[in-house]
């Protein structure tokens, strides 16, 4: 059974480093065919794909925020952080991790998808 | 930037079949994912690699996708289908979600 959750602060303020982590049981990530994204919602919008971490340590971000987070993972405590510099009031959400995995056979980034999900933390981004 | 674009909102009937669609420059070239996320909860797998049904998920979702568009389909939809949908896919080396559609069942 393939359980996440979240853990962090609920309320940052603007300027200062998010840390959040994800601790997870029921996979290993030290093989390659799996891995921890970060994704965020701010209240009522869409879901945003943050960062994704392979087994083999691979590392995928979003473009757009590339330059504000790192993603790491210590395998034998079986946790992925993620963390993300100079917070603002837009970063305000609910941030999720979840696990990544593929079908069979199929290679590629383009069949991983996002099977299990944490319960989500709310981070509240003021002053 | 790669962009998938949904209707913000959709309606159906109990018992009527419901398609909600996502699109984007060449998608059919891409496999396309589903969510659903009911108020309050966290999203949940309902279509993978285009049509692909993870186990649990009811037969009456359904999955295509072509062209420049993608449709998660209904049918009988059920008052507990009242949900966000949310489509994704991969750009190259990056993770995209579509903006959402509100499923509601009148």
């Known amino acids: 059974q393939i359980t996440l959750k979240e853990s962090g602060p609920t309320l940052v303020k603007p300027t200062q480093t998010l840390t959040l982590t994800c601790t997870f049981s029921g996979f290993s990530l030290s093989t390659g065919g799996v891995g921890v994204a970060w994704i965020r919602q701010p209240p009522g919008k869409a879901l945003e794909w943050l960062a994704l971490i392979f087994g083999d340590d691979d590392k995928r971000y979003s473009p757009s925020l590339k330059s504000s987070l790192t993603i790491t993972k210590d395998t034998s405590r079986n946790q992925v952080v993620l963390t993300m510099t100079n917070v603002d009031p837009v970063d305000t959400a609910t941030y999720y991790c979840?696990?990544?995995?593929?079908?069979?056979?199929?290679?590629?980034?383009?069949?991983?998808?996002?099977?299990?999900w944490g319960q989500g933390t709310l981070v509240t981004v003021s002053s | 930037s790669y962009e998938l674009t949904q209707p913000p909102s959709v309606s159906v009937s109990p018992g009527q079949t419901v398609s909600i669609t996502c699109s984007g420059g060449k998608l059919g070239d891409k496999y396309v994912y589903w969510y659903q996320q009911k108020p309050g909860q966290s999203p949940v797998l309902v279509i993978f690699?285009?049509?692909r049904r993870p186990s649990g998920i009811p037969e009456r979702f359904s999955g295509s996708n072509s062209g420049s568009t993608a449709t998660l389909t209904i049918s009988g939809t059920q008052p507990t289908d009242e949900a966000d949908y949310f489509c994704q896919a991969w750009d190259s080396i990056t993770v995209v979600f579509g903006g959402g559609t509100k499923l509601t069942v009148l």
């Open positions: 979840a696990h990544s995995t593929k079908k069979g056979s199929c290679s590629g980034y383009a069949c991983y998808y996002f099977d299990f």
């Open positions: 690699q285009d049509w």
